[in-house]
């Protein structure tokens, strides 16, 4: 047995074993943990920087890409975001646990049944993620409040900062609260050998979150299903959108510029539609900010497939493809058919060009004069998210937040 598969399988063992603890937690007991874990991020903040700052010097040194090395980046601002986000969650209210469904007939002696539908917790669920020290809070703290256990696994470039984040805050945190400190586990391994066996454990981690680059994610979710493991995969992402020839060209700039913040991040705008019977003049109105901002604009002819994501390119994040369509329903199929389905929005005056467009497109996030840059837990949910789920089958899709993160039973009891 190899150490990757050792680290994984000890993991999964502990949170096994501490996952009833969990799940049985009364609910001022698990916001207790989560608003512990705000308070350390603040208060052992020099530890968990001085981590990041290791991590960032080998980023560097290994020649990462300026897209991977913004998302591993750690400072004080993000600390104080993550801290932030997490006491939300610690006051957000949690949902009921059994739900009324109607009475049945067939009871004994003729009598009525009660129906309800209750949520139950999944147990363990792992989650592997790419090289970014937030995602390993957001998860964890998901986690926490479904009250499942957890394995982690992140990219081994943040594996410092991910394991100073485990050991001064989520762990602290659970003891502190009288909780078990083994529901979260993470797997202190940078082989990536450990995510394959994460997905290969259906007795152990009966669940796994993916998220990561596209092939990677989708081989790993071939693998998860020859094993019997079921995923939650965030694989791709890249923000669609379309400007109508009805579109306000002020809006339009802004909505671009708005877009393109951060370039390293799944929901930033990654392929821009215009008009083809506007697009002289809605393309010189865009190309200025958008060169303002550093970006190069990849024009017509492509080179490249046109939903090719930029945020997963190393050295080239700085890029954006404009492309025209010829039309909202027209722009949609490009949106549907071009890209990962995350999400596509319109820019547009009028309402008839907005509602085609948004009755047309299939993705999980749709937006009317918005930047698809909203297509995130915190911002549209108001809680940290452990993914966005594009898969088209029923079950949580889009941003995944605690509330998904749960079996749903019947139980059936007398009137």
């Known amino acids: 047995m190899s150490d990757a598969q050792k680290a994984v399988i000890a993991g999964g063992e502990a949170a096994r074993d501490s996952a009833a603890s969990l799940a049985h937690a009364a609910a001022d007991v698990i916001n207790q943990v989560l608003r512990g874990m705000a308070g350390r991020l603040t208060e052992q903040a020099p530890e ?49 646990e059994m739900t009324p469904l109607g009475d049945l007939a067939g ?59 485990a050991d001064h805050v989520i762990a602290p945190a659970l003891h502190a609260a009288g909780l078990d400190p083994r529901v979260v586990q993470l797997v ?111 024009l017509p002819p492509h080179a490249h497939p046109l939903g090719h994501e930029w945020a997963l390119d190393s050295g080239h994040e700085a890029t954006l493809t404009i492309a025209p369509a010829d039309g909202p329903a027209a722009a949609a199929r490009l949106a549907n058919d071009c890209t990962s389905g995350l999400a596509a929005g319109i820019v547009t005056a009028d309402p008839a060009a907005a509602r085609e467009f948004l009755d047309a497109y299939r993705g999980t996030g749709a937006f009317w004069n918005a930047t698809t840059r ?24 889009g941003p995944v937040t605690f509330q998904d993160l749960c079996l749903r039973q019947y139980v059936v009891v007398p009137a």
Request: net charge neutral.
């Open 48 to 96: 968990i920087l001085a981590a990041n700052a290791g991590d960032m010097a080998e980023g560097e040194a290994a020649g990462l890409g300026q897209g991977l090395l913004d998302r591993l980046r750690l400072d004080p601002g993000r600390m104080q975001e993550m801290a932030r986000q997490i006491g939300l969650l610690a006051d957000a209210p949690f949902p009921p």
């Open 107 to 165: 009871g004994p002696a003729g009598g009525r049944l009660r129906l309800a539908e209750r949520r139950v917790p999944v147990g363990v669920i792992g989650a592997n993620f790419e090289a970014r020290p937030n995602v390993t809070i957001d998860i964890a703290s998901q986690l926490l409040k479904s009250r499942n256990a957890g394995v982690l696994r992140t990219g081994g470039a943040a594996l410092r900062s991910a394991a100073a984040l």
């Open 188 to 298: 202190r391994s940078a082989d990536r050998e450990a995510a394959v066996e994460l997905v290969r454990q259906p007795e152990l981690i009966p669940l796994v979150i993916l998220r990561g680059s596209g092939e990677t994610t989708r081989s790993l979710a071939a693998e998860a299903a020859r094993a019997g493991v079921r995923t939650l995969a965030h694989a791709d992402g890249g923000g669609v959108l379309y400007l109508d020839r009805a579109a306000d060209p002020a809006l339009a700039a802004e909505i671009v510029t708005t877009s393109l913040d951060r370039l390293g991040v799944c929901n930033r705008l990654n392929l821009l539609l215009i008009c083809s019977q506007a697009w002289d003049q809605l393309l010189e109105v865009v190309l200025g900010p958008v060169r303002e901002l550093g970006i190069t604009p990849s």
């Open 374 to 397: 909203l297509l995130d837990g915190f911002k549209l949910r108001g809680v940290p998210e452990t993914g966005i789920n594009v898969d088209h089958v029923p079950g949580p899709r």
